[in-house]
Nanobody
């Protein structure tokens, strides 16, 4: 079973930056497009950003485009989410997974943005 270990997150002020990291325990890492999702309290998990298996293309939700950057390191089996100019509405639990959510969801990483 693939394990997802997430790092980063925390409490920041509006306008600050944070980087989330996700370590994936699979040797077939390069076979997968990867993505970040987030979940607001009592809401469904939603798409945030995705990156192709080789990092050649990315996609973003409209709400984060221009502020967030997804990247990956296929040697370290890591995927990252650089979040700049954070807003209070970005407050959520963030999750990494494949683009289709193939793996078991981890506990996520809480990001809280205060005014």
């Amino acid at each position: 079973q693939v394990q997802l270990r997430q790092y980063g997150g925390g409490v920041v002020q509006a306008g600050d930056s944070l980087t989330l990291s996700c370590e994936v325990s699979t040797y077939s890492f390069t076979s997968y497009a990867l993505a970040w999702f987030r979940q607001f309290p009592e809401k469904e998990r939603e798409f945030v950003a995705a990156i192709t298996h080789n990092g050649g293309a990315t996609d973003y939700a409209d709400s984060v485009r221009g502020r967030f950057t997804i990247s990956r390191d296929n040697v370290k089996r890591m995927v990252y989410l650089q979040m700049d100019n954070l807003k209070p509405e970005d407050t959520a639990a963030y999750f990494c997974n494949t683009g289709r959510g193939d793996w078991s969801w981890g506990p996520g990483t809480q990001v809280t943005v205060s005014l």
